[in-house]
């Protein structure tokens, strides 16, 4: 398991790999408010999606 952020949504730090054992497929799912990310080939794949966050503009 890499080094994975917060969620985005609730701050939770327990987040959750899954692996779908029929399509050796992972997702990552948030332990406190449940958000779920689609579905990646590779649990890398998913850790970098889920550590990808849009830059927040300083601008408002």
Excluded at 5 to 17: L, N, S, T, W, Y
């Amino acid at each position: 398991m890499g080094i994975l952020k917060p969620c985005p949504f609730c701050g939770c730090v327990e987040i959750e790999e899954i692996k779908i054992h029929d399509t050796n497929e992972w997702y990552l799912k948030c332990g406190g408010c449940r958000i779920e990310q689609p579905l990646y080939k590779t649990l890398e794949q998913a850790e970098d999606s889920w550590n990808t966050r849009a830059d927040i503009s300083s601008n408002s």
